[in-house]
């Protein structure tokens, strides 16, 4: 079945990824917002990956995009969805284990000349399990249990949700 890269940029996954970005500066093998994919059936994809994609949207945007997430995703498929832990972040800053640069890399983005490199929200776990679950009727909301995905080059960093 389809497995999507949603927002892929600068980190492109490999097969069997279909890689999704609304800028076509990064040659993904689709251009669109991924809010509105068309493209794509209902209930054709078995995985969808948002990897440090939904800070980068608006809250009424990445609402938009997990609840089209839902629609393409087939019963039993899963949405994937990676974005820095606020809370882990302010604590580690505050107690000093990361420099102001991580910590603010993290929370406003890392600004390379493009606007779409600002993150434009934070989540802790329960803001994100609270969005998630404001935009469609999942079955289950979990934690991401640390494992490979073949194809997929997922950070792994502590503070990643």
Not at 2 to 21: A, T
Not at 38 to 65: N, R
Not at 68 to 74: C, G, N, P, Q, V
Request: proline share 5%; hydrophobic share 45%; with cysteine.
């Amino acid at each position: 079945m389809l497995k999507l890269n949603c927002g892929s940029g600068q980190r492109p996954f490999g097969n069997p990824f279909v890689n999704v970005d609304l800028q076509e500066k990064w040659n993904p093998d689709v251009v669109a917002d991924c809010a509105h994919m068309p493209m794509f059936e209902d209930d054709s994809a078995d995985m969808i990956v948002f990897h440090h994609c939904a800070e980068h949207m608006t809250l009424s945007q990445s609402k938009a995009a997990f609840a089209e997430a839902w629609r393409i995703l087939a019963p039993g498929g899963s949405l994937l969805i990676f974005v820095p832990d606020l809370r882990a972040l302010v604590t580690a800053w505050v107690q000093e284990r990361i420099t102001d640069y991580i910590f603010c890399v993290n929370l406003h983005g890392a600004y390379m000349g493009d606007d779409a490199d600002i993150h434009r929200w934070s989540f802790t776990r329960g803001t994100l399990i609270t969005h998630l679950a404001s935009a469609a009727t999942w079955t289950k909301i979990v934690p991401f249990y640390r494992r490979e995905i073949p194809g997929a080059d997922i950070a792994m960093d502590w503070w990643v949700l």
